[in-house]
């Protein structure tokens, strides 16, 4: 019977070993997972941006011709979206640009929008929230620029991760995930995700199933700010309309944001259109007490309501008629936690959870469960009434150097909620081979 040398016996046993503990490549499901938990440190932007946007000669990308210069400040956080931007429009045949002043505020419930151009009243509107109204603003903010995603809802793309191809790209050390966006598969989503970023998707792009580009978006020169990782420039490129934009970030704050600062009035005389309300008015300045004539008369009348008093009066009106109407029991409390995915950090730290409840007061906390995925609980404190909040102990293990996904299931009185303790790989996929 013929030998196998011992020595190489050996060799074949340390290569086996050591590929056992090799960094494995991430699935399309842990790469959502991570990039979710990323996505929610982000509590603030504030920036100011100059964005242009351009048609390019098909022979020669470098011939551009401007279509628009705009001056924009963003202001975003979960809660609501405020931008300000000076417009300005090159039209082919005229002289002169077309220039707009735009303000825009979205919060879940509504959205108000105000344009103002000279030799023009401003025109206002108010209304409810329809599908995707984030597509409705005409440019890119910071926060959008990185997790947009060709704006595609990330639930939609979430249900296709099943049929998704994934790929880690050595040269690039990014991960490139093809996530198909229509049953025929005609179309995917391509994401480029930089592990070094936090996984933060630098690039993204609708694609045809031979891989030809309909539209591309791409952040570049990242900076971390307020130890958070942000792009400070970002642009687009639509090949088969030979168009392109740009985005420059001039200024920009991290998670330090009031939210006192989202929202805006309308400026004396503009007409506003309240489709929640289902009234038009104009916005009329109230006279100072010190400005108005002085009179003998002690039994003047007080000035006549102006429309806005008239149309908030009318409101008041129908929805107390509508209460006294309506016998509906009340609704089951909703109980929102931010975040819902945390990013964990190496060693034991404290994490803390925001608990909010929409339609009556707040459930009690009766219990709790962990899943640990490797992770160590050591606490869970319920500061509800006195601060809104959870907090949470928990530790990372030194050992511990991949991906781990340890979900917290909270019990309130009447429902759960589970927010997941995320832990990004601290190797590259294949490092050890």
């Given at each position: ?154 639930e939609f793309l979430e249900t296709c991760l099943s049929e998704s191809e994934v790929e880690y790209d050595k040269q690039l050390n990014c ?137 908030d009066a009318a409101v008041k009106a129908r929805e107390l008629i509508d209460k006294l109407k309506s016998a509906t029991p009340a609704k ?102």
């Amino acid at each position: 019977m013929k030998k196998t040398p011992i020595v190489f016996c050996l060799f074949c046993i340390a290569c086996l070993f050591s590929a056992g503990f090799a960094a494995e490549q991430l699935s399309a499901d842990q790469l959502f997972t991570l990039m979710k938990s990323c996505r929610e440190r982000y509590s603030s932007i504030e920036a100011v941006i100059e964005n242009q946007s351009y048609s390019y000669d098909p022979n020669d990308s470098a011939k551009q011709t401007l279509k628009a210069n705009h001056k924009i400040t963003t202001r975003w956080t979960p809660k609501g979206y405020f931008t300000q931007a000076d417009l300005c429009y090159f039209i082919p045949g005229q002289t002169k640009p077309y220039v707009q002043k735009a303000t825009y505020y979205l919060c879940p419930s509504y959205m108000r929008t105000l344009t103002e151009e000279s030799g023009a009243p401003p025109k206002g509107v108010v209304r409810a929230i329809e599908g995707q109204d984030i597509a409705y603003i005409p440019y890119c903010d910071v926060y959008q620029a990185m997790w947009a995603l060709q704006g595609y809802e990330w639930e939609f793309l979430e249900t296709c991760l099943s049929e998704s191809e994934v790929e880690y790209d050595k040269q690039l050390n990014c991960y490139i995930v093809m996530i198909p966006v229509t049953k025929s598969k005609k179309f995917w989503l391509r994401i480029t995700i930089d592990p070094a970023k936090d996984f933060i998707p630098i690039s993204s792009a609708t694609v045809f199933d031979d891989k030809t580009v309909l539209i591309r978006d791409e952040c570049l020169e990242f900076q971390k700010i307020n130890d958070m990782w942000v792009p400070l420039k970002y642009q687009w490129l639509h090949p088969r309309e030979r168009t392109g934009g740009r985005y420059q970030v001039k200024s920009i704050q991290v998670n330090n944001l009031p939210d006192n600062k989202l929202d805006f009035s309308f400026p004396e005389r503009t007409r506003v259109e309240d489709k929640l309300r289902g009234v038009e008015y104009v916005v009329k300045g109230v006279e100072s007490p010190t400005n108005l004539p002085v009179s003998n008369n002690p039994a003047k009348l007080p000035p006549p309501a102006t429309d806005m008093q008239l149309a908030d009066a009318a409101v008041k009106a129908r929805e107390l008629i509508d209460k006294l109407k309506s016998a509906t029991p009340a609704k089951e409390v909703s109980i929102d936690i931010y975040p819902s995915y945390v990013w964990v950090l190496p060693g034991k730290n404290e994490y803390s959870l925001s608990i909010t409840a929409d339609g009556g007061a707040m459930p009690g906390l009766v219990g709790h469960t962990f899943a640990d995925g490797g992770l160590v609980l050591h606490s869970q404190e319920d500061r509800i009434l006195a601060e809104g909040k959870i907090k949470v102990v928990l530790e990372r293990p030194a050992e511990l150097t991949g991906f781990a996904d340890g979900v917290l299931e909270l019990e309130f009185a009447g429902q759960k909620k589970a927010v997941h303790f995320v832990a990004a790989p601290t190797e590259k996929p294949g490092s050890n081979d």
